[in-house]
């Protein structure tokens, strides 16, 4: 996640790399929509309570990179560097467009879908202009099928 405001952002430990966070209001609640920096992978967790949302979203993050395929010792490397989390504002244009658009579809998908997870995972089909009009479920898991 982005470092907080003022400070020098630390670079990310994890292979996917900076994660940012926006509030849906729907009618039955509020969502968080977190979006990979690196892919723009979405995932989608409960705002309520706030002192959970970190928990929530490195569990379904797990899910989701589970769902796609990701080896499981490439996941538990991953969620396992999520346990220092910086907060603080987003400030890439591009991150807040891709934001927006996923909260523009987002009604319509979690509609169709059966859990958070899977309405991140329909989201995450969605072709993405800032990564060459390619998806981010896609992206995610070359990220983490590459070597350093």
């Given at each position: 996640?982005?470092?907080?405001?003022?400070?020098?952002?630390?670079?990310?430990?994890?292979?996917?790399?900076?994660?940012?966070?926006?509030?849906?209001?729907?009618?039955?609640?509020?969502?968080?929509?977190?979006?990979?920096?690196?892919?723009?992978?979405?995932?989608?967790?409960?705002?309520?309570?706030?002192?959970?949302?970190?928990?929530?979203?490195?569990?379904?993050?797990?899910?989701?990179?589970?769902?796609?395929?990701?080896?499981?010792?490439?996941?538990?490397?991953?969620?396992?560097e999520m346990v220092d989390v910086q907060l603080g504002p987003t400030r890439s244009r591009q991150i807040l467009g891709s934001?927006?658009?996923?909260?523009?579809?987002?009604?319509?998908?979690?509609?169709?879908?059966?859990?958070?997870?899977?309405?991140?995972?329909?989201?995450?089909?969605?072709?993405?202009?800032?990564?060459?009009?390619?998806?981010?479920?896609?992206?995610?898991?070359?990220?983490?099928?590459?070597?350093?």
């Amino acid at each position: 996640m982005a470092a907080g405001a003022g400070a020098a952002a630390p670079a990310p430990t994890t292979r996917l790399g900076d994660w940012h966070a926006n509030v849906l209001y729907l009618q039955k609640g509020e969502l968080v929509l977190l979006v990979n920096d690196r892919s723009l992978l979405p995932v989608v967790v409960p705002a309520r309570p706030g002192e959970l949302i970190v928990a929530r979203f490195v569990e379904a993050l797990g899910a989701t990179l589970r769902r796609l395929g990701v080896p499981e010792e490439a996941v538990a490397a991953e969620v396992a560097e999520m346990v220092d989390v910086q907060l603080g504002p987003t400030r890439s244009r591009q991150i807040l467009g891709s934001l927006n658009d996923f909260d523009r579809m987002f009604d319509e998908e979690l509609a169709r879908s059966s859990s958070l997870v899977d309405t991140g995972l329909k989201l995450a089909e969605a072709p993405c202009g800032p990564i060459s009009m390619r998806r981010p479920k896609d992206v995610a898991v070359e990220l983490l099928a590459a070597r350093e």
